[in-house]
């Protein structure tokens, strides 16, 4: 037996999509418009996760240029035939739905294969029936006119995987379980025990998640909903409870008849949610021919004991990250906004450290900003990062605790007359406030200190021996999902920019560091 801990992935990571291959189990997760897209794990034991890279590494996979940071990639499937591996999902901001393919988990993955506006809408799936045949699965707009925000649709159609082509006609089977429902998304087919199962969410990813099923003995058929529909939420718990929003879940069993459940769910701190949605586990058992979520109970479960050998892994994913610069491949667990390529960084220009340029890009605009980047995973924690930086004019690099462009806490090193100087600076909405100035010495390695303590924080510039607090009971709040809209947790990043002007300045990087406390 091994416990898994709720949730088993911490952090943004929403939208999650699990298969099985033999003994071994994978996740994908939503990344919007940060880049590489969709990252990818890995467990024999679904309590222990490692991260084996992100499906979209390569820019010809995912162009991003100009988007908001809640655009981009929404909501992939990870499905597994025959000795290839499929993941399909939408880019909201360029080309739609698409697949890409691979012979291993990490990669690398095909080009995108388009389906084109044949397929609308977004939320994509692949079925694979027992005969061989593939089907699509997808949500879209109500083809006979939308009457509300919301009023959307599940449909299916064949796929030919030889063209990568939808083919035949499309029929939608389900429209939701509740009268003039919004949002039918997620959804996802099985074949079990004769019937075809459609698991999908509905109700919006907010307080009305929840997670409800139909089936069929035919594919091509409307289907029948489960009488106990929703099948699964957190709606009925109230805001207060610790974890909310629960929904968009996918099945999987372990080959030997015991079946799971991976969904997304937000847990928050003082009614603001920092860290997005999150990936939680929960048992399924079956009775009467229909799924039960956690069976006698009827909510996500702090912890869960399964029928595996502990399984870890060298390099699974924890609730501290310390990231050094000496290898010449850039941490997977890195996220650039919109890209992350070598005209922004360097790893072999200093040895052990990241060299960040100071581009255009500002970090406030939607632009490429030399930006990169680790998930925030709790509400009390600590991060920091060392940097050597001599700034010209309006050129900065530093710390930033960022939600979106518009919403975000900078800590930056710049020139403030012919000195250098750490300010700390909020921008909310789009406005910038300064919080604090501190002058710095000229020369030598600098430490910024970020420390966060349910959703207040404290920041500290260190040069030499001197740790001085530069701000402190700075408000998170405004860096939430509620406060600043979107469907992203907040990440904590090394930044550098000219703000807007041309130039050849850099800073170096000596680490980025993150722990719970």
């Given at each position: 037996?091994v ?11 929403p939208?999650?999509s ?34 084996v ?14 988007s908001?940071?809640s ?16 993941m399909i ?12 393919t ?5 990669g ?6 388009y ?27 109500n ?6 925000n ?10 030919d ?8 006609e499309?029929?939608a ?14 959804p996802?087919i ?26 069929s003995?035919?594919?091509f ?15 009925n ?5 610790p ?12 080959g ?27 048992r ?9 979520i ?8 702090e ?5 595996f050998?502990?399984?870890?892994f ?10 050094h ?6 941490d ?5 906004i ?13 040895k052990?450290f ?33 940097l ?6 309006n ?10 462009h ?25 406005k ?72 050849n300045?850099y800073?170096d990087?000596a ?6 406390m």
């Open positions: 037996m416990t898994a801990l709720n949730p088993v992935l911490s952090g943004f990571y939208d999650p699990i298969c099985r291959a033999g003994e071994d189990y994978y996740i994908v997760n939503s990344s919007f418009a940060y880049f590489p897209g969709v990252p990818i794990f890995h467990s024999k034991d679904l309590a222990h996760w490692e991260q890279g992100n499906i979209l590494d390569r820019e010809e996979q995912l162009p991003l240029s100009g908001e940071i655009e981009g990639i929404y909501a992939p499937s990870i499905r597994y035939n025959n000795g290839t591996y499929y999902t939408t880019n909201v901001s360029y080309g739609g739905n698409f697949i890409v691979a012979e291993k988990p990490e690398p993955w095909s080009k995108p294969y389906l084109g506006e044949e397929a609308k809408g977004i939320d994509p799936d692949l079925f694979f029936d027992t005969d061989g045949r593939c089907y699509y699965v997808g949500t879209r707009p083809p006979e006119g939308v009457r509300y919301g009023d959307w649709e599940i449909w299916v159609q064949e796929l995987l030889s063209q990568m082509k939808l083919t035949g499309s029929m089977i389900w429209k939701g379980a509740v009268k003039d429902v919004i949002w039918p998304e997620g996802h099985y074949k079990i025990d004769g019937y075809y199962y459609l698991l999908h969410a509905e109700g919006g990813t907010g307080p009305e998640h929840s997670i409800s099923v139909a089936r003995k035919e594919l058929k409307w289907f029948e909903g489960c009488p106990r529909n929703p099948v699964f939420t957190h709606r718990l109230g805001m207060d409870y974890v909310i929003y629960a929904g968009h879940g996918d099945l999987v069993d372990d030997n008849g015991n079946w799971y459940i991976i969904m997304l769910a937000s847990r928050p701190c003082k009614r603001h949610s920092s860290m997005g949605r999150e990936s939680f586990l929960a399924v058992t079956w009775e009467n021919g229909w799924p039960v956690n069976a006698g109970i009827g909510k996500l479960c912890s869960m004991e399964l029928p050998d502990e399984y870890r060298a390099n699974e994913i924890s609730h501290h990250d310390h990231l610069f000496y290898d010449n491949k850039l997977d667990r890195l996220l650039g919109h890209t992350r390529n070598e005209s922004q960084y360097s790893l072999n220009a200093r052990g990241l060299r960040l340029f100071a581009g255009k890009g500002k970090i406030e605009d939607k632009t490429n900003a030399s930006y990169l980047g680790i998930r925030q995973k709790d509400y009390c924690f600590e991060a920091s990062t060392g050597e930086f001599t700034p010209s004019a050129e900065c690099a530093g710390l930033v605790y960022y939600q979106n518009e919403n975000h806490l900078r800590m930056e090193i710049k020139k403030k007359d012919d000195n250098k100087a750490f300010y700390v600076v909020e921008h909310i909405h789009g910038d406030n300064v919080l604090a100035v501190t002058e710095i010495g000229q020369e030598g390695l600098a430490e910024i200190v970020l420390r966060a303590e349910n959703q207040t924080a404290s920041v500290w510039i260190k040069t030499g021996s001197e740790k001085v607090l530069a701000a402190g009971n700075i408000n998170l709040l405004p860096y939430t999902t509620e406060e600043a809209g979107g469907f992203v947790g907040c990440t904590i990043g090394m930044y550098a920019s000219a703000n807007g002007e041309d130039g300045n800073a990087f680490w980025l560091s993150y722990d719970a």
